[in-house]
């Protein structure tokens, strides 16, 4: 059961560690991330903290690596038309 027990510490750390580094991504970093949501208010920043602080190691990533516009998604839809966007 000690590893059992050593799962659930680890699954803390990484719920303290998202609820920080969340804050931090929701509050400064999303600046960076995603132009568009420069101009987001207090109230948009408190919506995304959770979703940051669960997606912090994805979102860490592309933080580090200076990505400054989201993904463009490639769906079949996209593909069927003809065009990138």
Avoid: K
């Avoid at 590893?3 to 659930?8: D, Y």
């Avoid at 990484?14 to 987001?40: C, E, K, T």
């Amino acid at each position: 059961m000690d590893w059992l027990r050593g799962l659930v510490y680890a699954f803390y750390a990484y719920v303290l560690i998202g609820w920080v580094l969340g804050g931090f991504l929701a509050f400064r970093g999303v600046n960076r991330l995603d132009p568009s949501a420069q101009s987001g208010t207090w109230g948009f920043r408190l919506l995304i903290w959770p979703a940051c602080a669960a997606l912090w190691p994805l979102l860490m990533l592309r933080y580090v690596r200076g990505h400054q516009q989201p993904p463009i998604e490639c769906t079949a839809h996209r593909q069927a038309a003809g065009r990138e966007v």
